[in-house]
T-cell receptor, first 113, second 112 residues
C-alpha cells in the first residue's frame, strides 16, 4: 500500500538552529500538508500546499516556517530559527483531493534544546 | 479556540462489545468529518468519513453517525477487538478549505 515517508524519525537541534524536515508524499497525490502535535495536545494544522504554492496556512505557520517541493517528489518543512516551543511531532500528509482522507507519515519528532 | 472537541480522553471496552466515541464541533460551516486512528509512534490513519448530506456511513465494523442539529458525531465500533486499541481523532473541514481541524483524541482500550 502506498505510504508517506518522513525523515528523519527524530531530530534534536539547538535553539536558534535551522531544521529541515523531509517528506515523500504518495506519488499521485496532489495536496500536501504539514501538521504538528505538541506532546499531550491536539494535532494542529500548519500548512497545505497545492499546485506548487501554499493554499492555506495557520497562525502557527509564521515567517520562521517555509515549505518547498524542490524536485517533484520531496516536500520539505523548514524552520529557520528553532525555538523551544517548536518541539513537537511533525506529521506530513498527502491526499488526492480536498475532501479525501489524508494519508499521514509516521512523523518526525523534533526536540529543540 | 477548540472547534472540534472530544470530551472523553479515554474509554475502556470489553472485547466483543460496542465502542462509542463521541465528537462535538462548534463551526456550523463544517460539512465533512473524518475519523483517524493513531497507534504510538505512527501517524494518524484514515478510518472513515462522512459528509453533511448524510447522517450515517458504515464500513465494516465502523459506523459514523452525524447529528447536524446537535453538531455531534460519533464513531461506533462493533464488535470491538483488542487491535482497535489506539487513540481516535475526530476531524472536520468545510468545503473548499484545505485543512482539517482535529479534536484532542480519545484513547480506546479494548480489554480481551
Amino acid at each position: 500500500e502506498p505510504e508517506v515517508t518522513q525523515t528523519p524519525s527524530h531530530q534534536v537541534t539547538q535553539m536558534g538552529q535551522e531544521v529541515i524536515l523531509r517528506c515523500v508524499p504518495i506519488s499521485n497525490h496532489l495536496y500536501f500538508y504539514w501538521y504538528r502535535q505538541i506532546l499531550g495536545q491536539k494535532v494542529e494544522f500548519l500548512v497545505s500546499f497545492y499546485n506548487n504554492e501554499i493554499s492555506e496556512k495557520s497562525e502557527i505557520f509564521d515567517d520562521q516556517f517555509s515549505v518547498e517541493r524542490p524536485d517533484g517528489s520531496n516536500f520539505t518543512l523548514k524552520i529557520r530559527s528553532t525555538k523551544l516551543e517548536d518541539s513537537a511531532m511533525y506529521f506530513c500528509a498527502s491526499s488526492e483531493g480536498v475532501n479525501y482522507g489524508y494519508t499521514f507519515g509516521s512523523g518526525t519528532r523534533l526536540t529543540v534544546v | 479556540d477548540q472547534q472540534v472537541k472530544q470530551n472523553s480522553p479515554s474509554l475502556s471496552v470489553q472485547e466483543g462489545r460496542i465502542s462509542i466515541l463521541n465528537c462535538d464541533y462548534t463551526n456550523s460551516m463544517f460539512d465533512y468529518f473524518l475519523w483517524y486512528k493513531k497507534y504510538p509512534a505512527e501517524g494518524p490513519t484514515f478510518l472513515i468519513s462522512i459528509s453533511s448530506i448524510k447522517d450515517k456511513n458504515e464500513d465494516g465494523r465502523f459506523t459514523v453517525f452525524l447529528n447536524k442539529s446537535a453538531k455531534h458525531l460519533s464513531l461506533h465500533i462493533v464488535p470491538s477487538q483488542p487491535g482497535d486499541s489506539a487513540v481516535y481523532f475526530c476531524a472536520a473541514s468545510e468545503t473548499g478549505a484545505n485543512n482539517l481541524f482535529f479534536g484532542t483524541g480519545t484513547r480506546l482500550t479494548v480489554i480481551p
